[in-house]
């Protein structure tokens, strides 16, 4: 037995065109409509993110010329910390700085004795032992144009002993002192097998 439409009532008939109306709105909006609408609310999320990143690089680059007076500014003060405090020992550069104070002190350097360093936590210390030969007054113009140096160098163990006769080129003393001077250890350095911080030396009472 066929069931076809036209032999239903009129409003059997209209019923079951809304109830097909209604089951392809259905279909449409749960296979269609549903999945479109997701990705625009993915693609609105993903617009309001790419939005705040622009604004955040366009107020970066706002600031670049700031920064690169910052880093600038950085790198001079590294540069002056290194002429202070630098990453390499150099004797022959230490020798020649000290030759040059002597010369113009009217001191004689006899001896210049480099030791091993002594390794602390960021930074060694390197002490060199100096002979000198001049009077009182020019080892004190010595030590002063030493203490103007841009390296940090710190004298001690002083030990000075007056001649009984002035020599040739009257020298009335003879000095015997250790000039210590640092070198900043990089990480590399640290890094290497033995290369351990000193202990430090225990404090008095």
């Known amino acids: ?16 065109f809304v109830a097909l109306a209604v089951g392809a709105c259905g279909a449409f909006y749960y296979y269609y409509e549903m999945p479109v609408r997701a990705d625009m609310k993915s693609r609105q999320t993903q617009l309001v993110s790419l939005k705040a990143d622009i604004s955040v690089g366009l107020a970066t680059a706002k600031k670049l010329p700031e920064f690169r007076a910052e880093v600038t500014d950085l790198e001079g003060r590294l540069a002056n910390l290194k002429a202070i405090l630098p990453e390499e ?36 210390e390197w002490p060199i032992t100096l002979d000198l030969e001049g009077t009182y007054h020019n080892l004190a113009l010595f030590f002063d144009r030493v203490g103007k140096f841009t390296r940090i160098v710190n004298i001690t163990g002083l030990d000075v002993k007056g001649k009984a006769t002035p020599g040739g080129d009257k020298t009335t003393i003879s000095a015997t002192c250790v000039a210590t001077t640092f070198v900043l250890l990089d990480k590399q350095a640290l890094a290497k097998p033995g290369a351990k911080p000193a202990t430090p030396a225990a404090k008095g009472p």
């Open 89 to 124: 020992k150099d004797a022959a550069d230490l020798l020649n700085r000290m030759q040059t104070v002597a010369v113009q002190s009217n001191m004689t350097i006899k001896g210049f004795k480099p030791a091993p360093t002594v390794t602390k936590q960021l930074h060694a």
């Open 1 to 16: 037995m066929q069931l076809t439409l036209t032999k239903l009532p009129w409003y059997a008939q209209v019923g079951a």
